[in-house]
């Protein structure tokens, strides 16, 4: 019954490896971000999909590279990873029609470069 | 850009009421959230409010709106020890662009 879920919860790692962190939404939602969070809990969009296509790419280095392969799901890709890349990471998912297009957020990946 | 700005850090003792304030800049924001963050867990939705509307009420959460102000409130009625999180205050622009612009968040730490 979970809406919005995430792979893996915890993913320690060493500097210059290639990693990825999967998202999953099962509400029927058109549009799925990333959101990163900081060691100072500050939370920033990172990218956005709707339908499949990216409509959001913030100023977030190429070694990041989001993949949907279809509306439910939003993958995110990190090559060369480095130690600035630490944090969490979280997906969300809204509907684009409706009152409130509230986001709904999975329960974080927290990812750790050594 | 987009800022929003909450305090830091709230302390109250259980059964008082918690007040969080935030404020933003963006005069396109069509709805604002706010989220609760507990230790180690996700971000949860509390409650949102439509730009025009200046409250709402639900339970012991009450959300008010002064948009002349560009100033946001969650007052928190009786609050508990399970109470105690992060709170993340939240905007939403019109400009097509659908991503959430956040505060820093204010801690709520809620003494017995």
């Known amino acids: 019954d979970t809406a919005v879920s995430q792979t893996p919860k915890y993913l320690v790692t060493q500097m210059g490896n290639d990693k990825s962190i999967k998202c999953e939404q099962n509400?029927?939602?058109?549009?799925m971000y990333w959101y990163k969070q900081d060691s100072k809990k500050f939370l920033k969009i990172m990218f956005s999909?709707?339908?499949?296509?990216?409509?959001i790419n913030e100023t977030v280095p190429n070694r990041f590279s989001p993949k949907s392969p279809d509306k439910a799901h939003l993958n995110l890709h990190i090559n060369s990873l480095e130690l600035g890349d630490s944090a969490v990471y979280f997906c969300?998912?809204?509907?684009?029609?409706?009152?409130?297009?509230?986001?709904?957020f999975g329960p974080g990946t927290r990812l750790l470069v050594l | 850009g987009e800022d929003v700005e909450q305090s830091l850090f709230l302390s109250v003792r259980e059964g008082d009421s918690s007040v969080i304030n935030c404020t933003y800049t963006d005069s396109s924001s069509t709805y604002l959230y706010w989220y609760k963050q507990e230790p180690g867990a996700g971000l949860q939705l509390l409650t949102y409010i439509f730009s025009n509307m200046d409250m709402k009420q639900d339970q012991r959460l009450t959300v008010l709106l002064n948009k002349k102000d560009k100033h946001l409130s969650l007052r928190i009625a009786d609050t508990q020890t399970g109470d105690s999180a992060i709170y993340f205050c939240a905007e939403k622009g019109y400009t097509g662009r659908r991503a959430l612009t956040f505060g820093s968040g204010t801690r709520l730490q809620v003494q017995p």
């Open positions: 999909y709707n339908n499949k296509e990216l409509i």
């Open positions: 509400l029927g939602h058109d549009t």
């Open positions: 969300a998912s809204s509907q684009d029609e409706g009152v409130q297009e509230t986001q709904y």
